[in-house]
């Protein structure tokens, strides 16, 4: 569990992204060493867990589910801002931590398949990021909680970091941009490409999927060579409305499954060399990421 009193991330300090080494052996065959390699961003809150930490939270420690709506509303009438609006909501907590995480325990709900679907990535050498608008230290304590320390070391996290006081009277988001949004998941792309040290090989372009299930969302889906968006939801409709191929997924089950038959035909089609056969060029920034050895916070 993390400490009550939280602080921002040190601009400049590295990160390593290279995938940790882990108990997971993949087994090397003949055709495994064919296949070309995967990387995954996903969103978090609907995608991985089907409820939102925040709106948990700020409904039962917080403003409440009514005011929580109107602010929602708010922000859909383009009336306030993200992160003016997020601001407010977060404020509202008086709660410490401890017993923050306490209430999320009981009402969050992990898709049922991604347990399973992580331990496919750490087999596969498939690095696993997760690309949020919600607060790290708290997406990192679900994670420790309902994956496990060692597993959930392997995910990063990039989103905004938060101080909290010890006696839980101030929640205070720490933005990772001084923008509407609080944190732009644009712009974060941006950062990744400026800051990724080399590019990919040409002959060995990985392959880039992103998973998620809001229109937040869009702006890092449109650079993944593959989309998943989770049926029935906002970002599944959005796809439909503006003809952008996405593959729908209910649980991660469906998600790995997909991933491991686009990566066999993906061998048959190239022999895991030269561009991956779905190829988005808007992916490459993705690809200077999986490639470099560390990238400023």
Known sequence: MPSAALTPPVEGENEDLSVPRTSYQPTQTEAASKKRKVICFSDFDGTIFMQDTGHILFDSHGCGSEQRAILDEQIKSGERSFRDVSEEMWSSLNVPFEDGFEIMEEKLEMDPDF??????????SIPFY?????????????LDKFLGEEESSHIK???NDAEIAPDGSEWKPIWRHDTELGHDKA???TEYRESAKAAASTDELPLIVFIGDGVSDLPAARE????????GLRLEEYCVEHKIPYIGFDTFADVQREIQSIMEDDVKKTGGKGKPARFNPRANFWRRVSNAQSVTR
């Open 187 to 189: 712009r974060s792309i």
């Open 130 to 142: 997760v690309i949020s608008a919600g607060l790290k230290p708290v997406l990192r304590a679900v």
């Open 224 to 231: 993944a060579d593959v989309l998943f968006a989770r049926k």
């Open 157 to 159: 996290i990039v989103a």
């Open 115 to 124: 347990r399973e679907f992580h331990k496919y990535c750490l087999a596969n």
